[in-house]
């Protein structure tokens, strides 16, 4: 039983080896003006602590677009390593066409 010590790694290790999940948000392309870069707004509801009433709050984020969203788009973007000095988003799915 040639075990490598690989296999052994991943025997003591179990599944703190694998990678934990990204966080992922939804939201709407606010500008595609820059190459392979769109701006997501993303929206939220928070409750205010003093007259209880949801309130809208918006984030905005650049994201690499290889999928190439537009304007008005509703996309999926997932957190990954930093790929410029303020991009730290990716696109992985266009979940719906903006209507022209």
């Known amino acids: 039983m040639a075990e490598t010590q690989e296999q052994r790694q991943e025997e003591q290790h179990g599944a703190k080896r694998r990678r934990g ?52 788009d509703k996309v999926r973007i997932v957190e990954t390593r930093p790929l410029s000095r303020h991009k730290r988003w990716r696109v992985v799915e266009i979940l719906q066409k903006a209507e022209k």
């Open 21 to 72: 999940r990204r966080v992922e948000r939804i939201g709407v392309v606010a500008s595609d003006k820059m190459e392979k870069t769109v701006v997501v707004r993303v929206d939220r509801l928070v409750k205010h602590p003093k007259y209880r009433r949801y309130v809208r709050r918006t984030s905005k984020f650049m994201a690499h677009n290889e999928k190439g969203a537009t304007v008005g």
